[in-house]
T-cell receptor, first 117, second 113 residues
Framework: AQSVSQHNHHVILSEAASLELGCNYS??????LFWYVQYPGQHLQLLLK??????LVKGIKGFEAEFIKSKFSFNLRKPSVQWSDTAEYFC???????????????FGQGTTLQVKP | DGGITQSPKYLFRKEGQNVTLSCEQN?????MYWYRQDPGQGLRLIYY???????QKGDIAEGYSVSREKKESFPLTVTSAQKNPTAFYLC????????????FGPGTRLTVL
C-alpha cells in the first residue's frame, strides 16, 4: 500500500532559523506532491505543489520544496522562519494509477512546527 | 464568496446515535472528499466522490456512509457502527479528480459522549 512518512513530528525553532521538514513516500509510479499547512484555528491550505517540470517548487510565504525522484522525497524548506509560521504541516501524495486518476491524496502524519519569538 | 462550508463547527452526540455532517461547496467542483483527522495520524480518507450520484470508499469507510445527490453537497453520516467516532472531520473538493489540488473546509469536531 502507498504511504507517506514525515519523520519530524514536532519541531521547535527560534525565529530566523532555517527549516527543513522531511517527507518520503512509497510509490514507484507517477506522483503529484503537495504540502499543506494548518495554522491554529484556520482551514488547511495549500503551501505548494509539484505536478511536473522543475523539481524545485516555490510556494507561498517563502516556502520551497524539492522533489528528488530517486529518493522518493519531497522535503519542505524555508531559509528563515518567523513566529507566524507556527502551524502543523502535512505532506500529501497523489499516486496516478494507470490512465485514470481518482484524485485521492495520501497524507503524512503531520509535523507540528513551533517557532519561538 | 466561494468556498467550502461545513456545519456545525462542534457537534456532540450520545453513543449509539447516528449523526450527519454537512459539507457544501459553491466552487463548481466535480470531486469531493471526506477525511478524518486524529492527532499524530494525519488525514485519512473516508469516502470520495468523483462526480454527482457516484462515490467510493476510502481507506477507513467502515461505520460511515455518504450521498452525492447534488454537485454542491456531500453529507457524511457517522453511524453507530463506527467504533471510535470522536474526531475532527474535514471535507474537501477539487475541480476534477485528475486535477487533484484539494480545497478544504473549516472542519467539524465531533464528540461522542
Amino acid at each position: 500500500a502507498q504511504s507517506v512518512s514525515q519523520h519530524n513530528h514536532h519541531v521547535i525553532l527560534s525565529e530566523a532559523a532555517s527549516l527543513e521538514l522531511g517527507c518520503n513516500y512509497s510509490y514507484g509510479g507517477t506522483v503529484n506532491l503537495f504540502w499543506y499547512v494548518q495554522y491554529p484555528g484556520q482551514h488547511l491550505q495549500l503551501l505548494l505543489k509539484y505536478f511536473s517540470g522543475d523539481p524545485l517548487v516555490k510556494g507561498i510565504k517563502g516556502f520551497e520544496a524539492e522533489f528528488i525522484k530517486s529518493k522518493f522525497s519531497f522535503n519542505l524548506r524555508k531559509p528563515s522562519v518567523q513566529w507566524s509560521d507556527t502551524a502543523e504541516y502535512f505532506c500529501a501524495v497523489n499516486a496516478r494509477e494507470g490512465s485514470s486518476n481518482t484524485g485521492k491524496l495520501i497524507f503524512g502524519q503531520g509535523t507540528t512546527l513551533q517557532v519561538k519569538p | 464568496d466561494g468556498g467550502i462550508t461545513q456545519s456545525p463547527k462542534y457537534l456532540f452526540r450520545k453513543e449509539g446515535q447516528n449523526v450527519t455532517l454537512s459539507c457544501e461547496q459553491n466552487l463548481n467542483h466535480d470531486a469531493m472528499y471526506w477525511y478524518r483527522q486524529d492527532p499524530g495520524q494525519g488525514l485519512r480518507l473516508i469516502y470520495y466522490s468523483q462526480i454527482v450520484n457516484d462515490f467510493q470508499k476510502g481507506d477507513i469507510a467502515e461505520g460511515y456512509s455518504v450521498s452525492r445527490e447534488k454537485k454542491e453537497s456531500f453529507p457524511l453520516t457517522v453511524t453507530s457502527a463506527q467504533k471510535n467516532p470522536t474526531a475532527f472531520y474535514l471535507c474537501a473538493s477539487s475541480i476534477s479528480p485528475s486535477y487533484n489540488e484539494q480545497f478544504f473546509g473549516p472542519g467539524t469536531r465531533l464528540t461522542v459522549l
